[in-house]
T-cell receptor
Framework: NAGVTQTPKFQVLKTGQSMTLQCAQDMNHEYMSWYRQDPGMGLRLIHYSVGAGITDQGEVPNGYNVSRSTTEDFPLRLLSAAPSQTSVYFC???????????????FGPGTRLTVT | AQSVSQHNHHVILSEAASLELGCNYSYGGTVNLFWYVQYPGQHLQLLLKYFSGDPLVKGIKGFEAEFIKSKFSFNLRKPSVQWSDTAEYFCAVTFNAGKSTFGDGTTLTVKP
């Protein structure tokens, strides 16, 4: 299994440009999430999904859109990039296993985004 | 809103020293608790987790954590750190499916 994969690894955008960060998982996990990591601020939840066709907002959703058309894929769209969106973005997936402890997150390698 | 607080932002230890990183959360209901580690240049990976049963849980690489419900705490410990433990450590709480709240992280530097 490849686990959680993310592309691209690095990206530089100009203010106002749009782009999509790709995330895919091959573990058949129900739940997927997007986080951004900024120095001294830990990981903050942007959007999450509890299954195909179902998404919801996290802590910092403004400026981002998501969709979940399949179990495997969960792309994150930046609508109009701003310097405040310079960050490292992590995609994660998880599953519910009540007998073993639920919702451990499996993380992708991250995308480092710079907006100039 | 739920929150997670990590007590130390940056810890510097010498090899063989003991480690304890504090984590407190604010939520009155049932939670799943995690510690994740991020080694330099790598993505986050699970160190250990607690969801029920024995409040003292053991993880990889000799780490352990103790859940104290009355104190809303889940502190991470290791008796003797190694240089390879240099990393950033995150405490996280999951309240419902797919949503985790993370602490701000603690950067651990171990001097050889």
């Amino acid at each position: 299994n490849a686990g959680v994969t993310q592309t691209p690894k690095f990206q530089v955008l100009k203010t106002g440009q749009s782009m999509t960060l790709q995330c895919a998982q091959d573990m058949n996990h129900e739940y997927m999430s997007w986080y951004r990591q900024d120095p001294g601020m830990g990981l903050r939840l942007i959007h999450y999904s509890v299954g195909a066709g179902i998404t919801d907002q996290g802590e910092v959703p403004n400026g981002y859109n998501v969709s979940r058309s399949t179990t495997e894929d969960f792309p994150l769209r930046l609508l109009s990039a701003a310097p405040s969106q310079t960050s490292v973005y992590f995609c994660a997936s998880s599953y519910d296993d009540p007998g073993q402890g639920a919702w451990e997150q499996y993380f992708g390698p991250g995308t480092r985004l710079t907006v100039t | 809103a739920q929150s997670v607080s990590q007590h130390n932002h940056h810890v510097i230890l010498s090899e063989a020293a003991s480690l304890e990183l504090g984590c407190n959360y604010s939520y009155g209901g049932t939670v799943n608790l995690f510690w994740y580690v991020q080694y330099p240049g790598q993505h986050l990976q699970l160190l250990l987790k607690y969801f029920s049963g024995d409040p003292l849980v053991k993880g990889i690489k000799g780490f352990e954590a103790e859940f104290i419900k009355s104190k809303f705490s889940f502190n991470l410990r290791k008796p003797s750190v190694q240089w390879s433990d240099t990393a950033e450590y995150f405490c996280a709480v999951t309240f419902n499916a797919g949503k985790s709240t993370f602490g701000d992280g603690t950067t651990l530097t171990v001097k050889p």
